[in-house]
């Protein structure tokens, strides 16, 4: 956690990828899911409308794993 400002985060969500090619199937695979959860495409835009009012995203970052060999 950090504290050093009160603009800081205090959750991180990150996703583990497999490779750079599953990022390109990541968009049609969640739309599936999403359909399924929310049932219809107003219920899940109305439920996001409602996620933003009570979080602000304060940074979006593509971070690449170098292992050394």
Same mark, same amino acid.
């Given at each position: *956690?950090?504290? =050093? #400002?009160?603009?800081?985060? =205090? @959750?991180?969500? #990150?996703? *583990? @990828?497999?490779?750079?090619?599953? @990022? =390109?199937?990541?968009?049609?695979?969640?739309?599936? &899911?999403?359909?399924?959860?929310? #049932?219809?495409?107003?219920? *899940?835009?109305?439920? #996001?409308?409602?996620?933003?009012? @009570?979080?602000? &995203? &304060?940074?979006?970052?593509?971070?690449?794993? &170098?292992?050394?060999?």
């Amino acid at each position: *956690m950090t504290t =050093d #400002g009160p603009n800081d985060w =205090d @959750i991180a969500v #990150g996703y *583990m @990828i497999s490779n750079w090619a599953a @990022i =390109d199937q990541l968009d049609a695979r969640a739309a599936t &899911v999403l359909a399924k959860h929310y #049932g219809s495409r107003e219920a *899940m835009l109305e439920a #996001g409308r409602k996620r933003n009012e @009570i979080r602000e &995203v &304060v940074a979006s970052k593509l971070a690449r794993e &170098v292992m050394p060999k």
